[in-house]
């Protein structure tokens, strides 16, 4: 069809060939008409005499005339496409038709490039654009049932303008924030859920669903990282889940106790004591309140003792030998210091003698008790003996 028209139009700007074809072809008709006509009257009268038409050429035969119009047409059409179809390089210049023919060709195939990139795009932007269609439908939607109630003669009050959209509400509506919404309008700021139907949260004057609003602006648990919904425990300047609050070496919840901290992190009491608590040099446990500091360690109070009697030093005075300490009276019993009298350490000048020492004062006779003070005795069984005695008891 789109061929028939250009031929149309082809015909249409040049009447003048059609005319001039239609003319020759009946003149060559009209010329094969008479030396048939001559043909016949000469055979009539025979040999006799000699017609001047005899000598005429042989006519040419002419094509059939057409028996329609649409006949015609095809023939023409038939003419056309056959110089169309003839070899582009024996010509430079294309007949009007085939001209005609490849532009429109071009220019379909190029409509048919951009209907393709529309299309893709189009399918590009249908998911962005399917939220706001649902909106616009809704619009439409009201507004056309406000305008029929209106010729039926029910007049449709508008209870205000929504929110979101400015525009009037007539049907239902929330009132929330201050504002009025319509139903579909009142959504998550942040997932643009509807809120319609169930509970939200308000920050700066803008609705949240309670998902996203935990997820933007409540605070994170330091230990999970995540949101904390409900119940909420503050310590160490952070926030926790109270069930992620927990000893860093054990893993147990804290009591009543409490906890301690380290580095930055918490422990109970028994882990903290046991990992940075000092330990006590008389019984090796973690020393956690008071304390004493003696002898080149820490010391629970009630375990700073003499290391040999186990007595507490009363007057405060205790003697160290090898790093433990002792009373005066054990300190000079291991160093050989006592008294072989009274048994009392000896503090300043001694007499040693029978392989122990002795307060000068206290180094005597055995039998009659006076100090052996020059230092001459006789020894009897491991006792001091002056000579008078020793002569009268042994002699």
């Known amino acids: 069809m789109d061929e028939l028209d250009l031929l149309l139009e082809e015909l249409a700007l040049n009447p003048g060939g059609l005319q001039s074809v239609s003319e020759n072809r009946s003149k060559d008709t009209a010329a094969a008409e008479v030396p048939a006509a001559v043909n016949s009257a000469s055979t009539k009268k025979g ?19 057409p028996d329609s119009p649409t006949k015609e047409l095809d023939a023409i059409l038939q003419d056309m496409l056959g110089l169309g179809q003839k070899d582009p390089e024996s010509s430079t210049t294309p007949p ?28 590009s932007d249908a998911n962005a654009s399917t939220s706001s269609r649902k909106t616009e ?9 406000s305008s029929d109630l209106e010729k039926i003669g029910v007049r449709t009050v508008a209870k205000g303008h929504c929110a979101s959209c400015n525009k009037n509400i007539v049907g239902k509506m929330i009132t929330a924030l201050g504002e009025v919404w319509h139903p579909e309008h009142f959504v998550c700021v942040a997932c643009n859920t509807e809120l319609s139907t169930t509970s939200f949260f308000e920050r700066e004057g803008r609705p ?20 904390i919904v ?5 310590a160490l300047d952070q926030t926790w889940h109270p069930d992620h609050f927990f000893c860093t070496h054990c893993g147990g919840l804290f009591g009543p106790d409490g906890f301690l901290e380290k580095d930055g992190k918490p422990y109970c009491c028994k882990d903290f004591y046991n990992l940075f608590a000092p330990k006590c040099s008389g019984c090796g446990e973690s020393v956690r309140e008071n304390y004493l500091t003696a002898a080149n360690g820490t010391w629970h109070p009630e375990c700073f003792v003499c290391a ?41 000048r001694c007499i040693s003698a029978l392989e ?40």
């Open 96 to 123: 009007p038709l085939t001209q005609k023919l490849s532009l429109r060709k071009k220019t379909e195939s190029g409509q048919q490039e951009k209907k393709k990139e529309r299309s893709s795009r189009a399918a």
């Open 208 to 227: 949240y669903c309670d998902k996203d609003y935990h997820q933007l602006f409540s605070p994170r648990c330091a230990y999970c990282k995540g949101p």
């Open 308 to 348: 040999d009697c186990l007595k507490p030093f009363t007057d405060g005075c205790f003697m160290e030998l090898s790093g433990r300490p002792l009373c005066s009276q054990h300190f000079h019993s291991r160093q050989g210091t006592l008294c072989g009298s009274c048994g009392e350490p000896i503090t300043g």
């Open 356 to 395: 122990r020492k002795f307060h000068p004062e206290h180094f005597v006779c055995a039998f009659c008790l006076r100090q052996l003070s020059q230092g001459i005795f006789k020894e009897q069984q491991g006792k001091p003996y002056c000579l008078t005695c020793f002569d009268k008891l042994f002699v």
């Open 47 to 65: 040999k006799v005499c000699s017609n001047v038409y005899s000598d005429l050429p042989v006519p040419v035969a002419a094509s059939p005339t």
């Open 137 to 145: 439908t809704i619009d439409e939607l009201l507004g056309g049932l």
């Open 230 to 234: 409900q119940n909420i425990l503050t």
